[in-house]
């Protein structure tokens, strides 16, 4: 799993748009949501793909003239699970009520073109070299074209944000094309903390929250997860109080 957070997130950016036609299906007919296809505002792809072991690192290329966003053109690495993370805040979100969302890519499975090339091996003395070296790059072309489709489902699930009219405002999309570290490493624990924890608290401590940027996503995490530590703890001390007071006068 990869961060898990409220739906109405803080980070607010707009998203953008890659050329060509928008899918029908993904719109939800409203006033002023329609974004010109000629709009080459933001453009969104896998420049690179690195198969390690059982994880695909997806180089995301990114190039823009939105103001929104720090440069004009930046590269981040991520993985599957980046993607899920960045799919999954837009189900969560409720304001996409009506809208259908572009689904998650699949996670890449190599597992069985590993095997066969695996059996292959192992059983390599009771072939020809010609019926070794024939299978063995039938096995590889196999795999190869596994992995382009892996490589393109991912793209066509960016492509296919930024291109929405809707979806391209989203502030995770921008989150996900511009942060350069991993959203699935060190932060993840303390996102995870305040994630759950902001479900639970006021509106005040939600506008506390809108004020991340991307500078400072690391900064800001640390220090709302200390404040609001220090803020449940103090509130359940206030419950306990409260609650023997009620049962001495009782």
């Known amino acids: ?8 997130d803080p980070l607010s950016a707009p998203a953008a748009q890659t050329p060509g036609s928008i899918d ?3 719109e939800k007919k409203k006033p002023n949501e329609n974004v010109s296809l000629a709009d080459n505002s933001l453009l969104v792809d896998i420049s ?7 994880k695909v690192k997806f180089t995301v290329h990114t190039k823009t003239t939105l103001p929104e966003f720090q440069k004009s053109e930046f590269i981040v690495v991520r993985q599957h699970e980046e993607f899920v ?3 999954d805040r837009y189900e969560e979100n409720e304001e996409y009520a009506g809208y259908i969302i572009p689904p998650a890519p699949p996670r890449p499975d190599f597992d069985a073109s590993r095997e066969k090339l ?3 091996g192992e059983g390599e003395g009771a072939l020809t070299r010609e019926e070794f070296l ?4 039938e096995l590889e072309d196999e795999y190869l074209a596994t992995f382009k489709k892996t490589v393109a489902m991912h793209e ?3 492509q296919r944000l930024a291109a929405h009219p809707v979806f391209r405002n989203d502030s995770h999309l921008r989150v996900f094309l511009e942060y350069e570290q991993d959203l699935c490493a060190k932060p993840r624990g303390k996102m995870d903390l305040i994630g759950g924890l ?3 608290m006021t509106t005040t401590t939600d506008e506390i929250y809108l004020g991340a940027t991307v500078r400072d996503v690391n900064d800001f995490f640390e220090q709302e997860t200390t404040f609001l530590q220090e803020y449940y703890s103090h509130l359940k001390e206030a419950v306990a109080k409260v609650d023997r007071m009620t049962t001495k006068h009782k």
């Open 134 to 137: 024939k299978m063995k790059e």
């Open 48 to 54: 690179d793909a690195l198969s390690e072991k059982e």
């Open 1 to 8: 799993d990869c961060v898990e957070e409220t739906s109405h």
């Open 118 to 120: 695996q059996r292959l």
């Open 156 to 158: 066509v699930f960016l």
């Open 198 to 200: 902001m479900r639970s």
């Open 85 to 87: 993370w960045l799919h």
């Open 24 to 26: 029908p299906r993904l």
